[in-house]
């Protein structure tokens, strides 16, 4: 299963009316509509802001709207083409700005499909998907004296956002692949002679 990593944009003109194909890395429903409405507010001039979104491991949530289209020509569509790629948390926007010639349900149908399909390819084109890999969330309190030497010993581990609070002693937190959780507390507790309590969640 394939997951976003970074936003991307395509538009697509069609008979004087603008249509602004974007998709969005999200993990959630819900975070998927705080960021439509992020979009909703953006794009306040537009006549329309439809979207479809695919969200979890096995894609077990989806949602879609129209926002005022006629029913099933734009929110189902994009939500089609999502579904026949093998991609999963994103969120898909297709803004319109209308043009003044009406396209008729069938050319709805194919302009949003189009969008959708506009922008994933040009998603693909540019690696801007990744495959799916269970990660861990992770954090550790470690003392200066062996900070060094920590950073040496994990350095060929697979780790994301890592940070490094520098207070009394160092906070370090970050995401881990879950298949090396276990190799990072076996290290910490070697290194601090089980000292350092590593927190998984």
Not at 23 to 43: C, D, G, H, N
Request: hydrophobic letters at 40%; glycine letters at 8%.
């Amino acid at each position: 299963m394939l997951i976003l990593t970074r936003s991307v944009e395509a538009e697509l003109m069609v008979k004087g009316s603008r249509f602004l194909a974007e998709i969005t890395p999200v993990e959630s429903q819900a975070e998927a509509r705080e960021t439509l409405k992020a979009f909703k507010q953006k794009y306040a001039d537009a006549t329309h802001v439809c979207h479809a979104f695919i969200a979890g491991l096995g894609r077990e949530v989806m949602g879609m709207s129209d926002d005022g289209e006629p029913s099933g020509t734009a929110g189902r569509p994009m939500l089609d083409v999502v579904k026949g790629r093998n991609v999963t948390n994103l969120l898909l926007t297709v803004t319109r700005w209308f043009g003044g010639t009406l396209l008729g349900t069938g050319g709805l149908v194919k302009a949003y499909g189009d969008s959708a399909k506009l922008v994933l390819d040009k998603a693909f084109e540019e690696n801007a998907f990744e495959e799916y890999i269970e990660k861990k969330e992770f954090l550790f309190e470690i003392p200066y004296d062996i900070f060094d030497k920590v950073k040496h010993s994990i350095k060929d581990l697979h780790i994301q956002d890592l940070k490094e609070d520098f207070t009394s002693s160092i906070v370090v937190s970050g995401k881990i692949y879950a298949s090396e959780a276990e190799v990072l507390t076996s290290i910490l507790t070697n290194l601090t002679n089980g000292k350092t309590l590593v927190t998984l969640f």
